[in-house]
């Protein structure tokens, strides 16, 4: 059992920056296989960036060369930088953990999810 909870949120201006952390519970959150999603007003929830227990990591393309998934396995931590942010950028962002698959957009691969932290961008 993995328990997620975000933080890091808030409101920014448009081309400013923010840093989300996700701090993990449990002893094996190396081993899991991170992602960072999202889910703006009136929208589905989408896939933002992942990242494996080896660091390989996967972006959307929406956010290519401005967002940065890392972690760090002795904190149980993962990070999603977010520079040059946009209006559209605005959602709820949410981390998820996952076992058995490598890099994964899709969400129905993660076994648990946080409670999600607001993130949103003024024009």
């Known amino acids: 059992q993995v328990q997620l909870g975000e933080s890091g949120g808030g409101l920014v201006q448009a081309g400013g920056s923010l840093r989300l952390s996700c701090a993990a519970s449990?002893?094996?959150?190396?081993?899991?296989?991170m992602g960072w999603f999202r889910q703006a007003p009136g929208k589905e929830r989408e896939f933002v960036a992942a990242?494996?227990?080896?660091?390989?990591?996967s972006y959307a393309d929406s956010v290519k060369g401005r967002f940065t998934i890392s972690r760090d396995n002795a904190k149980n931590t993962v990070y999603l930088q977010m520079s040059s942010l946009k209006p559209g950028d605005t959602a709820v962002y949410y981390c998820a953990a996952g076992l058995g698959f490598w890099l994964s957009e899709d969400e129905g691969k993660y076994d648990y999810w946080g409670q999600g932290t607001q993130v949103t961008v003024s024009s």
């Open positions: 990242i494996t227990s080896s660091v390989t990591t």
């Open positions: 449990g002893r094996t959150f190396s081993r899991y296989a």
